[in-house]
Structure formats: structure tokens, C-alpha cells
């Protein structure tokens, strides 16, 4: 069974309680995929990209101030604990010496505080994007369900990957 039909997740109840649920479910997805990677594989390339597993779950804590905090809540960029400030390249960089633990904790943080800032809006009320122009929202939690989705696939993949290059240990008898 996927997580979508997880038997404790809600399969009815109002749009707003879906939507969130359904965000809730792909941010757990992400952080689950890199559950048990070493720090020197969450950082390990396979695609020529900047997207590694620790980048992945960097971005999204950048995407989460930047729909939640930044556009939702008009919290300055000076006043957020985190880069918010654009996505691509820069959103997935990842300090030397910042560990998986580390990177996920701060993510952590970033989704909970999306969803304070969430909780004082409803679905139909808008803010300013500087690039997509008015979004409500309702728009917000589509768009960072899509995003996470994507990402926690790739970091899925990724992390599938890594752990077939780990070398088999036989512990029965020859």
C-alpha cells in the first residue's frame, strides 16, 4: 500500500484539511527517502545537476519560507531563519559542514513554521508573488504539493541508488 492510502490519513473532510494532510504526507515522504543515508552519500552526485539527497531536502525548506513566510506572510527576507530568496541553484546549497541531520531539522523547522504562517489565512486569501503575480492560498498548497511530490521522488530514486552502491556484507556461513 502507498502512503496515499495510509489507513490513518483522511480520505474525506474539508479541502483545507486534505490539502494539508496531503502536504504533511510528501514532506514526511521526502524526509523518509534519505532516512539512513550517511552524511558523505546524502552529498554524493549522480546526476550532473546540483541535486543530491541533502540538496533536495535543502530546497525544500527554501521552498517552504519562500511560498509560506516570504509571499504568504510578507515576512521580509532579513526576518527569515533560512535562504529565501530564490529558488533554483542557490536554493540547494549545502554548507561543508552542515550534516543530513542537520539540513532535515532545519526543514523541519521551515514546515512548521509554513504551517503558522498558514493557519491565519484562509484558502481564498491572496498575497503578492514576485514572479507568479497574485496567488491564493489554496494556490500555495497545490503548487508546494507538487514541488515536495517531485522532489521526494527524486530523493527516493537517489537514495535507492546509494544504498545499491553499498558494498554486501555476508554474515552466513561459506
Known sequence: MTSALDPGRPFTGSERELL???????RAGIV???AGLTDTEAREKLVPSLTTPISLIKHCAAA?????????AGISVDDIDGFATTGG?????????ETLDDV???????????????????????????IAGTVSLRFI???MIAEVARHAGHADILAEQLR???????????
Open 20 to 26: 494539508e494532510n496531503t502536504l504533511d504526507l510528501n
Open 32 to 34: 523518509a527517502a534519505v
Open 64 to 72: 517552504e519560507r519562500i511560498w509560506f513566510q516570504r509571499t504568504l
Open 89 to 97: 541553484d542557490a536554493s540547494f546549497h549545502v554548507a561543508d559542514d
Open 104 to 130: 532535515i531539522a532545519e526543514y523541519k523547522a521551515a514546515c512548521a513554521r509554513s504551517r503558522q504562517c498558514a493557519a491565519r489565512y484562509s484558502l481564498d486569501d491572496t498575497a503578492q508573488h514576485r
Open 141 to 143: 498548497y497545490v503548487n
Open 164 to 174: 545499491a552502491q553499498r558494498p554486501v556484507t555476508n554474515f552466513g556461513p561459506e
